[in-house]
């Protein structure tokens, strides 16, 4: 039988590699108490994803990613229209954080999509998964963000 | 950081409750070792005594999905049923089973395997008529080989034309156990 390029490990060993890692990053976002229902949140929604995935690539990276939509709801409900909270904090991805300076001033979504796709390199599949929308929503944002870049440093 | 095992099993439980998983399963301690057990919301799916659980979650992945989660709340009535059968308090199981992954001529054989009763024997020949091919005999003993359910489906209890145990996929002193268990060797 053909191996696949990368197989999608059982949830299981996903779980257990990137729980400890989730639920730091959610209690420097949000405190330890709220960072409980929200690291419940963040493996539930990955859970429900899951199914969708293509391949096994860059499930740190993507796990993350909906680790800090989860922040950004709870900070959000909990101050509608206040400040956003420090982004989480992603190690060993320069491109991603250099990335991050430059897009800072795009709208939330259009950002998101942008640092996913050119920062992390996932599919828009899986940004969009990450983005609770449409993959064809995701492109759209994606390259809105990059035309709204390029007007902005002319 | 140490991980708070009450935050494991809640988030275990929710998608158990939420019906997340594609499939769940538990280390089920036995008289006969530690077993490797895995369910879908259709049934029990998988029996093991494979040492290395690794390699059977990712057949199991491949055959049912991959959204599969190490959930003792799911498994727990079939625990249930398998501590009675130890303990000699149960002769039958009443589960559901999964054998989406099965052929037709092993879903016949295996149907046929169920019914043998506990503390009984049937030879592979016997086994393999009543499953409507009685050239079969060969084949049969490759499908007990196989069973993705043993225990359970009770290919402990099918022996060779001349009385022999033959052999168990699970090493031959298991099968002497089972059948001691249930009274059909002394």
Redesign the interface.
Known sequence: MMEAVSTIPPFETFYVEHRTEVLGVLRKSLGSQRAEDAFQETFLRALRAYGRLTHGEHLRAWVLTIARNVALDAHRRERPGGELPEPVHVDGLPAAVELAELTDGLPDTERRAVVLRYGYDLDYERIAHALGSSPDAARQAASSGVRRLRRSMR | ?T??TD??R??RD??VQ?E???AAYDTVASPVGDLLVAATRDGLLRITFDPDPDAV??R??RDV??????ASRAIDPIRRELDEYFDGQRRAFDLSLDLRATTAFTHRVLDELARVPYGRTATYGELASRAGRPQAARAVGMVMNRNPIPIVLPCHRVVGASGDLVGYAGGLERKIQLLRLEGAML
């Open positions: 950081m991980f708070s935050l494991d809640r988030f929710a998608a939420l997340l998983l594609d979650l990712e199991i992945s999905g991959p959204a599969m989660l190490r």
